[in-house]
């Protein structure tokens, strides 16, 4: 499909900002609302409510009332798996719209909203619908005069709140299994990305998923996040952000009803390729394509590459040799691969670290500066830096935008030290054709992933998570229940 066809639908494309709170579109109790910008070329796309306290309160009431007269809980799970797998037909049915709005509203090209977000997002809820009917108890192997059931249950109404790299795949990974194994949800995307979040609710109640179940609330994190991880009736806050908010979720958590608190937080991932490399075409094409997806704003994105001393020259020459792959377009051209940046605290985050890098001393060898500002939008150039070290803001701190620092490396077990002198742990990889060195560095790397000479694989039947400060619990896969059950024991005396 043409731009023109993208461009002509983003004109036609009704916009409806408005919360979903038990079954309905509503504005917020606040009265407020607030504009919704686009990155691609600065426009208002319209207006959505600015939810704050009364909101989550009436959500969280709405969604209480639904769990405890069991209208979705007690529901066969064979029940709930084909009402989310309607579910997940009709955000197929809807790709484009849902495309258009993730495009729009948080500046990815279309092509990824299409094969990665919408097909990830849906794949999500199918699978856990899908899941739900396969999942058994267990019957503890107590003396024979007794009998323990440990079943699970739902742990009640649970609250999500998400960020804006990926707003309706980072969406789907929570209510995918929380609602599945039986909860209510309410759900707080992004203040930068609410749109497709707001669908998917339209979408859920057209499968069938009654009012109440799900609920979605706009707002900002200060208002209505908070409130929501304060919120004495919830039971759960599933959050997926910075690390730095990530802290405030938890201590939230304490401070109100000690209710379960899981987090998946930033990353600052290393890539470490080893001169025995099996193929450095590869381990090039993978380094320099995972940190620019997604105009870099990924949370595993590997943005530390440690490479061998010995091979660093050919391999830079080669990266650089990629990058005008990567100049960033029009967002609505399904040829384009690198979108806008998405807003302009996040130009101005991302532009600032790169001024960081250059005053420190680091070589910028590869792009460095905002592009395509006629257009309105937010766009910076695939940036690479060379001859950084590990004391540099740009080697410790997530960037989150496309820039790469480059460091190099003599003595593996080194590098794996400054791999993992970071307080983050998401993902890593190491590239070697010694398996036992492979295998080694894996288990030395503290990472919730270790891709050994890939780095793109992802499936939802793996988990995803991290260890230190990037977070705890895991998203994806059949461990996602975990966060959204409770464990109970039955006990029975024969
Ligand atoms: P953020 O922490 O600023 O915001 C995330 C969400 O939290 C938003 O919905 C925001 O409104 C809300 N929020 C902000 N302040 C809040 C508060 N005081 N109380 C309650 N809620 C609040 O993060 P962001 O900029 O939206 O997203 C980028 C971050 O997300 C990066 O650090 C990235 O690494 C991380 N991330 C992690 C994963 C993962 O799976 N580990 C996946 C995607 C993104």
Redesign the pocket.
Known sequence: MTSTHWHDKARELAIDGRAFIDGQRTWSRTEQVFDNLSPVDGRKLGAVARCGAEDVDAAVAAARAAFEDGRWANLAPAKRKRILVKFSELMLKNREELALLETLDMGKPIKYSLAVDVAGAANCIRWYGEAIDKVYGEIAPTPSDSLALITREPVGVVGA??????PML?ASWKIGPALASGNSVVL?????SPLTALRLADLALEAGIPPGVFNVLPG???EA??AL?LHMDVDCIA???????GK??VQ?AGQSNLKRAWT????KSANIVCADCPDLDAAVAASVGSIFFNQGES?NAPSRLFVEESIRERFIERALALVPGFTPGDPLDENTVMGAIVDDVQLKTVMGYIQQGKAAGARLVAGGERVRSDSGGYYVAPTIFDGVDSSMAIARE?I?GPVLSVLSFTDLAEAVKQANGTPYG?HAAVWTSDLSKAIRTSRALRAGTVHVNQYDNDDITVP???YKQ??NGR?KSLHAFDKYTELKTTWIQI
Request: charged share 15%.
């Open positions: 709140i998400v960020p804006w790299n990926y980072m707080k995307p992004s203040e930068k900002y994190g200060n996040g908070s991880a959050f997926t952000g910075s690390t730095r908010v405030q979720i939230m998946e937080l930033g990353g949370c997530e989150f998401l995803f998570g991290g990037s977070g998203d």
